[in-house]
Each structure stands twice: as C-alpha cells, then as structure tokens.
C-alpha cells in the first residue's frame, strides 16, 4: 500500500492488520510515513518504548519525526526520561491519553496519527 497515495485522497485511513502480519505492516507503515513526512505521532497501546525504538532502529525509521504517546511501558517499568514521548499510566486512561494528544497536536501538528 502507498500511503502517500491514499492520504492525498482521502484525511482517513484505516488499515485493518491480520496478526501474523502486524509487526511488519506497523513498520512498513511507519517507515513510509516518516519518509513522506515531518512529524507523526505514534500512539503505542501494546509495544513498551525501547523494544519499539529498538525495532524502528533496525529498520532505519527515522526517530527523530517521531512523538510518541506510550500507554503501556509505565505499567511494566520505570519509564525512561526522552524528550519525544510521553508515558501514560494505563491503556484505559483515556483522559491522559486525550490531554497528551491534544498538547502534542498544539504544538507540532503532526501529519499523522
């Protein structure tokens, strides 16, 4: 799937992922969307922080177009100090998430969410 594409022509889309597929298409997607453009806002429900940088290293994505908005390493762990990201309690807490993601969408505009 191009996702320039298919975001030209429409502001909505959503990809429907079979799990034996998911890692690879979340990557896939991911490196496409920081190759198209400058800032994405990456909300993580079910992968911690480092092993989702880790594999976005591996696969050459470039971190630094990257805000993240993680609901799950705070339940798991001491979350890490880094500017890009910030660490919600709990993937239910849907009042964090939606103050995180109003301060990220004032102050950079992200292309994509």
Known sequence: MN???ELENAQIVLLVIPNEEYTKAILD???QLTV????????????LYEPLINSFKENKVDLNKIHYID???ARTMKTPA?????????PNA???????????MKSKEPYAL
């Not at 198209?36 to 992968?47: Q, T, V, W």
């Not at 880094?82 to 709990?90: D, M, P, R, Y």
């Not at 849907?94 to 990220?104: G, P, R, V, Y």
């Open 36 to 47: 198209n453009y400058d800032s994405l806002c990456y909300i993580s429900f079910n992968k």
């Open 29 to 31: 997607v991911t490196k």
């Open 94 to 104: 849907l009042t964090e998430i939606s103050i995180a993601l109003t301060k990220h």
């Open 82 to 90: 880094v500017k890009n990201a910030v660490f919600i309690s709990a």
């Open 3 to 5: 996702l320039k594409s």
């Open 71 to 73: 609901c799950i390493t």
